[in-house]
């Protein structure tokens, strides 16, 4: 079905449990990179953040008869990711960052390569966050959602998601500050 583009989450999965399972593939198309990206900043390596957003894919669809359609989706599947995530960081504390990523900003050699080393400072302090910081910062500024939301898929009061999120950003410009000497 074409419209199926057009549906929200919600009606999308109403329409995956009710009609249409293969259209689940829409799903998968929605979040894969959005949820990819949020693995892979908690577990800072591509092939586990691949494992955790595979893993939740197939948690999300087994349990799909059990999301309540009138919540957000988004905020569902991305507390599965989040679970999975945690569980692979409780399997092994010590992750390595792959520094292969290539962030390829356009034309100006000189201006790639300031980006470049910005965003590898970034992700080096980013990676020296605890967890409980790192988390929040990473949902709501990479993936855009609001107190709310991060509240929502972390189970934490929003006040609390206000605190963290004050909290890494003093952290993260000691950590970035320091690492300068």
């Known amino acids: 079905m074409e419209g199926i583009k057009n549906l929200s989450d919600e009606e999308l999965v109403d329409y995956v449990r009710k009609k249409d399972k293969e259209s689940y593939a829409e799903v998968i198309r929605r979040y894969k990179d959005k949820l990819l990206?949020?693995?892979l900043y908690l577990t800072e390596d591509e092939d586990k953040a691949e494992d955790v957003v595979q893993e939740s894919f197939i948690k999300a669809?087994?349990?799909?008869n059990g999301f309540d359609t009138r919540k957000k989706f988004s905020n569902w599947i991305y507390r599965i990711a989040h679970n999975e995530a945690m569980n692979?960081?409780?399997e092994k504390k010590q992750a390595?960052?792959?520094?292969?990523v290539d962030f390829d900003s356009g034309v100006d050699l000189e201006n790639e390569l300031v980006e470049k080393e910005l965003k590898d400072k970034?992700?080096?302090c980013l990676k020296r966050l605890p967890v409980i910081y790192r988390e929040?910062?990473?949902l709501y500024f990479f993936d855009e959602k609001s107190y709310e939301e991060i509240s929502d898929v972390l189970r934490i009061p929003?006040?609390?998601v206000g605190t963290r999120?004050?909290?890494a950003k003093v952290l993260m410009r000691k950590i970035c500050q320091e690492s300068k000497r």
Do not use: C, E, F, S
């Open 37 to 39: 990206r949020y693995a």
């Open 61 to 64: 669809y087994v349990n799909l």
């Open 158 to 160: 929003v006040g609390t």
């Open 122 to 124: 970034a992700r080096y």
């Open 136 to 138: 929040p910062l990473i």
């Open 96 to 100: 390595v960052l792959n520094g292969d």
């Open 88 to 90: 692979v960081l409780n």
């Open 165 to 167: 999120i004050n909290r």
